[in-house]
Nanobody, 120 residues
Framework: QVQLQESGPGLVKPSQTLSLTCAVS??????????WTWIRQPPGKGLEWIGY???????RYSPSLQSRTSISRDTSKNQFTLQLNSVTPEDTAVYYC????????????WGQGTQVTVSS
């Protein structure tokens, strides 16, 4: 019964910061014993893992993105956020939030995704 929903601006200018929020309902992001993730899919390409924040607040990022990525959470609102700095048109993609299952084996819940376009 867990539901995730992404939100944020659909258009970001180059060099600016992309900020997205994933609202979680049906379960606590601090009580679930694994990971809340951000994933993206550029046009015509496969899924790319961005990073996650664990139930205790620890974070991990893709090596290719970690220098300009920050994932955080607001436990009072039961949501977690993505910040991607210094964006370029290559960052244009559909961005998803998802949950990793309790065995750290698969993504058991996904948001519907939100399109973000980087353009001037």
């Amino acid at each position: 019964q867990v539901q995730l929903q992404e939100s944020g601006p659909g258009l970001v200018k180059p060099s600016q910061t992309l900020s997205l929020t994933c609202a979680v309902s049906g379960g606590s992001i601090t009580a679930y014993p694994c990971c809340w993730t951000w994933i993206r899919q550029p046009p015509g390409k496969g899924l790319e893992w961005i990073g996650y924040i664990g139930f205790g607040g620890s974070t991990r990022y893709s090596p290719s993105l970690q220098s300009r990525t920050s994932i955080s959470r607001d436990t009072s609102k039961n949501q977690f956020t993505l910040q991607l700095n210094s964006v370029t048109p290559e960052d244009t993609a559909v961005y998803y939030c998802a949950r990793v299952d309790s065995n750290w084996y698969l993504y058991d819940y996904w948001g519907q995704g939100t399109q973000v376009t980087v353009s001037s």
